[in-house]
């Protein structure tokens, strides 16, 4: 119930193309779903995050798109390019718990 | 602000020998966070804190102390080091509780135990 499923674990996609990474979750009483870029060497940092009252959030040419019904979310990489080649992370958590559950991380390259 | 801190970058200890990881942040937080990150695991919380002298265990807390003394420092200690250990070891801190408040990671503590 605790975990948080990722996949895929790697993904090799053109310049240009589009990059999805898909999560899932068990816990219905998770509210916050954030997503962490990891670059080799650095700590992860935020990158984008939602809560399930909304189905989709965009921060330019990132998106998170949130099934609730089906308990899913999702990232996607508009018009991936070389510097978007990272370790991504999906994350879920409670309001007002000091917790995160950590998805197992997709390694994204986007080949020039 | 340089944020979250940690010392050393890298680190090799052999089996049995102890260690204190750094950790450092500069942003007034309350709650801080140590992790373990290993390859294909995902992050792991080993201890957090929710302010000073306030300390609690997360999900692998086994093998590791923590302290904090003040708001800024959260050091981790390794006692009896084994290869188990062996993992990329991330602070963290948030301004409140996680669930919406962002956490700021360190750049990471390599350790290898052999």
């Known amino acids: 119930q605790q975990q948080v499923k990722q996949s895929p674990q790697s993904l090799i996609v053109q310049k240009g193309g589009i990059s999805i990474i898909n999560c899932a979750y068990e816990n219905t009483a998770f509210d916050y779903f954030p997503w962490y870029q990891q670059f080799p060497g650095k700590g992860p940092a935020l990158l984008i995050a939602i809560r399930p009252d909304v189905s989709e959030k965009k921060e330019g040419r990132f998106t998170i798109s949130f099934n609730k019904s089906a308990k899913q979310f999702s990232l996607h990489i508009m018009d991936s390019q070389p510097g978007d080649s990272a370790t991504y992370f999906c994350?879920?958590?409670?309001?007002?718990?000091?917790?995160?559950?950590f998805g197992t991380g997709t390694r994204l390259k986007v080949l020039a | 602000n340089a944020g979250v801190t940690q010392t050393p970058k890298f680190r090799i200890l052999k089996i049995g020998q102890s260690m204190t990881l750094q950790c450092t942040q500069d942003?007034?937080?309350?709650?801080m966070y140590w992790y373990r990150q290993d390859p294909g695991m995902g992050l792991k919380l080993i201890y957090y804190s929710v302010g000073a002298g306030i300390t609690d265990k997360g999900e692998v807390p086994n093998g590791y102390n923590v302290s904090r003394s003040t708001t800024e420092d959260f050091p981790l200690r390794l006692e009896l080091a084994a290869p188990s250990q062996t993992s990329v070891y991330f602070c963290a801190s948030s301004l409140t509780r996680g669930g919406g408040n962002e956490q700021y990671f360190g750049p990471g503590t390599r350790l290898t135990v052999t």
């Open positions: 994350a879920a958590s409670m309001m007002g718990t000091y917790k995160y559950i």
């Open positions: 942003m007034n937080h309350n709650y």
